[in-house]
């Protein structure tokens, strides 16, 4: 338990050579997202994954949260974790916190790795996205009227079901995936009700110059395709990826696939690096 920017966050380290990996979690999960890619990741680098506020073993506060609470508490963390800038990881709502941190504290970043942030704002203005925004509403609505009346477990089921993963996909997961889904439930009411949760001032990116991925699945939900082109347009040196067959979370579904593409691209950046350091030394 590490206390970052007044509040207390669970954070688990692995590894200890080559450089720092911070790994972000999205709506409804918490550190334990990244089981099946982070002690892999860990083999070449240090790797620290935290549940966010309000998360499972995280500090739950009693005021209503936002992102910029979740970006602060990043911020703090990776100034309390490591001595430079991290290549920074997230997916899903994770990912909106990498790109706001990206936009306000570029200098704490060292590459930046994000998936299918679900910035719906970005194409609220697109009308060939209006009937999917439609239904997208209507489904998030659903979640959020089973919470508000405190029914949290029939809320996560809607979640699951309806949103993240399709019809019987609740019954599928593990009793200890369904408990965290469950617990964390508050939460999602907190994103809900943060109206700059899900959107972004895309010039705000413009100053970010570090290398970036920007990757989505090819079997997900169509609304994140027009998203994830909005974004990578909107940083200069984001370069992107799709992972076959992928849906919403890639590095739990094809964790080798995924593992083998974040530890490629920061390979690629830590070499670049080694040469500049190389070539002033000269």
């Known amino acids: 338990m590490m206390q970052v920017n007044g509040v207390n966050l669970f954070t688990h380290t692995q590894g200890s050579s080559g450089s720092s990996v911070v790994m972000v979690h999205g709506s409804w999960g ?3 997202n990244w089981d099946f890619v982070a002690p892999r990741l860990a083999e070449n680098h240090t790797v620290v994954t935290y549940d966010r506020r309000g998360h499972s073993q995280s500090e739950r506060l009693s005021s209503q949260g936002s992102v910029r609470d979740d970006v602060a ?9 490591h001595s430079g800038p991290a290549n920074v990881v997230g997916n899903s709502f994770g990912a909106c916190i990498c790109l706001r941190l990206a936009a306000d504290r570029p200098d704490l970043i060292r590459s930046l790795v994000i998936h299918e942030p679900p910035l719906v704002g970005l194409i609220a203005d697109d009308p060939t996205m209006a009937s ?23 809320g996560a089921r809607r979640f699951v079901e309806d949103i993240a993963f ?6 599928q997961l593990p009793s200890e995936a369904r408990e965290t889904f469950v617990a964390n439930a508050s939460t999602f009411l907190d994103e809900t009700g943060d109206p700059e949760g899900l959107t972004l001032e895309l010039a705000t990116l413009k100053r970010f110059d570090r290398p970036a991925l920007i990757t ?15 974004v990578a347009s909107a940083i200069s040196t984001a370069s992107r990826h799709t992972f076959s067959g992928a849906g919403h979370v890639p590095h739990m579904t094809h964790p080798d696939d995924y593992v083998g593409v974040v530890s490629d691209f920061i390979a690629r950046r830590d070499a670049v690096e080694k040469g500049r350091r190389s070539g002033r030394a000269r």
């Open 30 to 32: 918490d550190h334990h």
């Open 166 to 171: 399709g019809p019987g996909a609740w019954d």
């Open 216 to 230: 989505q699945g090819d079997a997900g939900p169509p609304m994140f395709a027009p998203i994830v082109e909005r």
């Open 73 to 81: 508490d990043l911020a703090a963390l990776i100034e309390e974790t």
């Open 132 to 154: 999917i925004l439609q239904v997208f509403g209507e489904r998030i609505g659903g979640v959020v009227e089973c919470l508000s009346a405190g029914d949290m477990a029939g």
